[in-house]
């Protein structure tokens, strides 16, 4: 198979429903800003630590289930589809992770160690592909499970990043006003 099609040379793509739509379609940005968050968590793996290395993989292969999700604008059942499931694995992994964690008691600055930092910044962007999610769903319909996803999962990466500066012992900073 090749990489290169020559189809989206005058700027439009392929849904998986074979509908062609522009390549700055609402759709489009949803899905292509989820497949930047996949590859920044692809940078931050390994971490040193095998029981986040495995979360940060299922989160990867989840984001390509709402990549499929968002790309099909008319999905039927046993199409790849976000599920409440999927939210609650990460609620389950957030909980986990906080009981090794101090509680919260302000915000933190975004930083740390280089796994840390790289896990905040994927964060942030998690935060975009949600706002750009919900801005698709003024649009037209998508499954809401997808930005109930995309909100957990950047408390899931707020949660990891916090729990790998801990982990590589760099403590958190709060700001100052």
């Known amino acids: 198979m090749k990489v290169y099609t020559g189809r989206g040379d005058e700027g439009l793509t392929d849904l998986r429903d074979m509908t062609r739509v522009s390549k700055t379609s609402h759709r489009i940005e949803a899905y292509g800003t989820v497949d930047e968050v996949n590859a920044l968590i692809g940078t931050i793996r390994p971490t040193g630590y095998d029981d986040v290395d495995e979360r940060l993989e299922a989160m990867q292969n989840h984001l390509h289930v709402v990549q499929a999700d968002l790309a099909n604008p008319n999905p039927e059942d046993d199409d790849p589809q976000i599920r409440a499931e999927h939210v609650e694995s990460l609620e389950s992994w957030i909980d986990e992770a906080d009981e090794e964690l101090d509680p919260l008691r302000s915000f933190i600055l ?4 280089e796994s840390g930092a790289k896990i905040h910044h994927a964060r942030a962007v998690s935060r975009r592909a949600e706002r750009r999610v919900v ?4 649009e037209e319909p998508i499954n809401e499970q997808v930005v109930a996803y995309l909100n957990r999962l950047s408390d ?3 949660t990891y ?3 790998v500066n801990k982990r590589d012992g760099v403590p958190e900073s709060a700001p100052t006003y």
Request: glycine share 22%; aromatic share 8%.
């Open 110 to 113: 975004p930083g740390g160690s």
């Open 135 to 138: 801005a698709l769903a003024g």
């Open 156 to 158: 899931a990466l707020f």
């Open 161 to 163: 990043a916090r729990l």
